[in-house]
């Protein structure tokens, strides 16, 4: 796959890309846009990663407390404040048990393996811009052994009858929701609950790549014990939408959990302590969770907004997908070079405090001279009206290039 898409997850964490890290120029010009986005008097979002070491480490001692008996040993090899997490996590999916993973990449890799010995089928059915395609480097296979294949290629989750008719067994089906790099795209519940159906009917598993399944709960209208219930096992993040440092659980029936706890270790995850990140999911947990509806709500204000914006601005081609967003994020797409418009983001940061776009990417395939970029709101965008979006558009289209 090529870098960009690499770039969009490791810029959105608040990471340096793999090729930033190698070139002294895009790694000024990296630590140039984060100390602007820090330092934003108005943004849609902040995210933990744009804080420094120390305001990490003093926003997780501040959470500690709340969250867990800081008179307890620490964790060992997934005991204490670890089990506590995997505890609650399991509690508000609904699954019989949850383990803990460093990362969401190995907690699916051994979630599909288990699932492969268990059917007989090492044949995975995902979409080809589904994360263990775009971002993980073939460690499906190269890992894991096994294999993918694409029920369709549309920017969309595949259909029931898509699943139904595909020509050929798989063992497992995997659904990521909501689809990040279709747009944050979502099927109606009644959908989905049609592609399970179909997928069962060919005596398969389905398995949620659920990295952002908390925020999904206000599109299907369902709380998210009962979208995980739809699945055989789920997977959610930790780093994502409710803003900790790393990390995810798997979840799913206790046989699976155990079975994923020995692979776990094989794959080398029975890390000695985790406490800071399993602290700080519980305080994400805590915090975001009951305002995850409010932000989708505002998300959908934003893009309305937008379009209105670039429409009255008479800016030409123009998208705002989906309109309305599924969740609380979504993508721009404008005719021009991502680097344009991201000096063009970080100039109005830098010289108005306010933070309407961050980075702009160019896409693996598509017209030349365009580029996109991924929109979120979190609480900081609460504030914004309608109006607040518009004249913060009408700024940043300003500092664009004249086309001739």
């Known amino acids: 796959m090529a870098d960009t898409n690499t770039q969009v997850a490791d810029e959105a964490a608040g990471e340096p890309a793999a090729q930033d890290a190698a070139d002294g120029g895009e790694e000024a010009r990296r630590l140039r846009r ?13 995210i933990p990663q744009d804080r420094t070491l120390g305001e990490q480490l003093a926003a997780l001692t501040a959470d500690a407390g709340t969250v867990t008996e800081l008179g307890l040993p620490a964790d060992i090899y997934g005991d204490g404040v670890v089990a506590e997490l995997e505890e609650r ?26 699932w492969a010995a268990r059917t007989g089928n090492p044949t995975v059915a995902l979409h ?11 460690a499906l296979s190269a ?21 139904r008719d595909f020509p050929e067994p ?51 209208g369902r709380g998210p014990a009962e979208i995980a219930a739809l699945a055989d096992s789920v997977y959610v993040s930790f780093y994502k939408s409710v803003g900790g440092i790393s990390g995810a659980v798997l979840a799913g029936s206790a046989s699976l959990v155990e079975e994923a ?25 805590d915090r975001e969770l009951p305002n995850l509806p409010a932000y989708v709500a505002q998300a959908k204000t934003v893009a309305a907004a937008l379009t209105e914006g670039f429409t009255q601005a008479g800016a030409g081609w123009f ?49 030349p001279g365009v580029a996109f970029t991924e929109v979120t709101v ?15 558009l009408a700024d940043f289209l300003e500092r664009l290039p004249r086309k001739g």
């Open 319 to 367: 998208r705002v997908h989906p309109e309305p967003p599924h969740t609380h994020q979504f993508q721009v797409w404008l005719p021009y070079e991502a680097e344009e418009l991201t000096e063009a983001s970080v100039l109005q940061v830098e010289e108005t405090g306010v933070a309407l776009f961050r980075r702009w990417f160019t896409p693996d395939a598509g017209a």
């Open 89 to 114: 996590v399991a509690g508000l999916l609904g699954t019989e048990a949850a383990a803990f993973f460093p990362s969401g990449t190995m907690a699916q890799q051994v979630a599909l393996r288990c």
């Open 378 to 392: 979190g609480e900081a965008g609460l504030e914004w009206t309608a109006e607040d979006v518009r004249r913060a």
């Open 128 to 138: 080809p811009l589904a994360h263990p395609e775009m971002h993980e480097g073939g």
């Open 34 to 46: 984060l100390t602007a986005w820090r330092r934003a008097e108005r943004t849609l979002s902040r």
């Open 170 to 220: 798989f063992g497992t089906l995997m659904l990521e929701l909501p689809l990040r790099d279709a747009g944050f795209v979502l099927p109606t519940w009644e959908e989905l609950e049609a592609v399970v159906a179909a997928a069962r009917e060919r005596e398969a598993v389905v398995h949620f790549d659920g990295a952002r399944l908390w925020e999904c709960a206000t599109h299907f």
């Open 261 to 285: 706890r020995t692979w776990r270790h094989r794959y080398g995850g029975q890390i000695f302590q985790q406490f800071p990140a399993a602290v700080a999911a519980l305080a994400g947990l």
């Open 143 to 163: 890992v894991s052994g096994l294999r993918t294949v694409h029920p369709t290629s549309e920017p969309r989750l595949p259909t029931a009858e898509e699943i």
